[in-house]
Structures are given as structure tokens and as C-alpha cells.
């Protein structure tokens, strides 16, 4: 949820020795920061400037809000957006052997070329993958990457052929 961030830190027990235990700490953000983030994610290239007269704030005032935002981890990057006119996509689901951490394999699923997102999810499969590539037969030797992850038990891809907004 936006407005939520949940950091770790340890703290003491009952007795006051310190515990392993996490606890989570929730950093709240108010309604203009809601707006100052809905207006980065719309374009993350709006000026301090054009963000201020959209909040009514002055510009050093944004200036400070997003940079609070950025160091408590809100916003963890700014990014473009490519148009995919001359790419292909595909949505690639993972399941993974039992006896393998889900995370490790996503961490390696990060690294490979042509893997856009890396998503853990819940139901047949444990990972969804957006792959993106110049054609069919580049997202098929992704694939074939994909399956040489150790951990990898079972994939299963559909081909994106258009995005509807």
C-alpha cells in the first residue's frame, strides 16, 4: 500500500537482552506525498518546479519530500519506460523443486539477458518472468536459459501479442 514502508531493526525481549526477533516499523507519508508519487509515476521527469504548483508547495519544499521519500526507501528509483513497437514479450511461469529457495532462483532469473520483472507468486507456479526480446527465437534461447537454473523443475510460456491500456 502506498504510505506503508516496513524497515527491520532488532530490538530488546521482556528481559531486555537483545532478540533476534524483527519487528516492523511503518513509515507514514501524507496525502501530498500520495500526490507528489502519483504525479513521478505518471512522468519521473517533472521538475521540483512543476510538482510544487501541482501540490501547492514551494519547490524546496518538494525538493525536501522527495528526498525524505527516496532516503526512507518510498522511492527506491527513478526509470523510463521503452516503447516495445519493434520487441517481442513473453510471460514465462517457473515452477520450482522443493528442495530449491525460490529467492535464489529469482536473484539468477535478475541477471539473465532479455528477463524484464521477476515476480514470486502464489498457486501452480512459484515465479512469472516478462521477457522481452528483438524476436521469438531470442526469447526461446531465454528460455533455454531459464530451464539451465538450477531449481528450475517445470516452465511454461505464453506469448504476449499485444497490450491493451
Same mark, same amino acid.
Given at each position: 500500500?502506498?504510505?506503508?514502508?516496513?524497515?527491520?531493526?532488532?530490538?530488546?525481549?521482556?528481559?531486555?537482552?537483545?532478540?533476534?526477533?524483527?519487528?516492523?516499523?511503518?513509515?507514514?507519508?501524507?496525502?501530498?506525498?500520495?500526490?507528489?508519487?502519483?504525479?513521478?509515476?505518471?512522468?519521473?521527469?517533472?521538475?521540483?518546479?512543476?510538482?510544487?504548483?501541482?501540490?501547492?508547495?514551494?519547490?524546496?519544499?518538494?525538493?525536501?519530500?522527495?528526498?525524505?521519500? +527516496?532516503?526512507?526507501? =518510498?522511492?527506491?528509483?527513478?526509470? &523510463? !519506460?521503452?516503447?516495445?513497437?519493434?520487441? *517481442?514479450?513473453? %510471460?514465462?511461469?517457473?515452477?520450482?523443486?522443493?528442495?530449491?529457495?525460490?529467492?535464489?532462483?529469482?536473484?539468477?532469473?535478475?541477471?539473465?539477458?532479455?528477463?524484464?520483472?521477476?515476480?514470486?507468486?502464489?498457486?501452480?507456479?512459484?515465479?512469472?518472468?516478462?521477457?522481452?526480446?528483438?524476436?521469438?527465437?531470442? +526469447?526461446?534461447?531465454? =528460455?533455454?536459459?531459464?530451464?539451465? &537454473? !538450477?531449481?528450475?523443475?517445470?516452465?511454461? *510460456?505464453?506469448? %504476449?501479442?499485444?497490450?491493451?491500456?
Amino acid at each position: 500500500m502506498i504510505g506503508e514502508r516496513r524497515g527491520r531493526d532488532s530490538s530488546s525481549n521482556n528481559n531486555g537482552s537483545s532478540s533476534n526477533n524483527k519487528h516492523h516499523h511503518t513509515i507514514a507519508i501524507d496525502s501530498i506525498d500520495e500526490r507528489i508519487i502519483g504525479i513521478l509515476k505518471e512522468d519521473s521527469r517533472r521538475s521540483y518546479v512543476e510538482i510544487a504548483k501541482a501540490v501547492g508547495l514551494s519547490e524546496s519544499a518538494v525538493r525536501r519530500r522527495i528526498k525524505h521519500l +527516496i532516503d526512507s526507501g =518510498i522511492i527506491k528509483r527513478f526509470t &523510463i !519506460e521503452l516503447g516495445m513497437s519493434n520487441k *517481442t514479450s513473453a %510471460i514465462t511461469l517457473i515452477s520450482v523443486k522443493p528442495s530449491v529457495d525460490t529467492a535464489k532462483v529469482s536473484e539468477r532469473l535478475k541477471g539473465l539477458r532479455g528477463v524484464e520483472v521477476v515476480y514470486e507468486i502464489t498457486g501452480q507456479y512459484d515465479i512469472a518472468a516478462i521477457i522481452s526480446a528483438s524476436s521469438i527465437g531470442e +526469447i526461446n534461447r531465454c =528460455i533455454d536459459d531459464v530451464r539451465r &537454473i !538450477e531449481g528450475v523443475d517445470d516452465t511454461n *510460456t505464453v506469448i %504476449i501479442l499485444r497490450v491493451v491500456t
